[in-house]
């Protein structure tokens, strides 16, 4: 897996074999909610990245690694 990030407007999307997956905004990790996602994350917590834009996950997991590593690479399969 080649996860890459671009910054942009001071904030960092990141992206998984050239696809973007989500971001880091204000100091979070945010990831795009779509139906995968929201299938290995029901619980997940949701928040804005920036005024006017849609709600992304929220991984406040960000301090466990290893699980963070497991997310990353089950969403981007």
């Given amino acids: 897996m080649d996860i890459t990030y671009k910054k942009m407007m001071g904030e960092y999307l990141l992206y998984a ?19 995968k996602e ?3 994350l029901p619980n997940a917590e949701f928040s804005i990245p920036y005024d006017g834009a849609k709600p992304m996950i929220f991984c406040n997991f960000v301090d466990d690694s290893e699980q963070l ?3 990353i690479k089950k969403l981007t399969e």
């Fill in 17 to 35: 074999n050239g696809v973007l997956f989500g971001g880091i905004y204000d100091d979070r990790l945010l990831i795009k909610p779509t139906e």
């Fill in 69 to 71: 590593t497991e997310i």
């Fill in 38 to 40: 929201r299938k290995l």
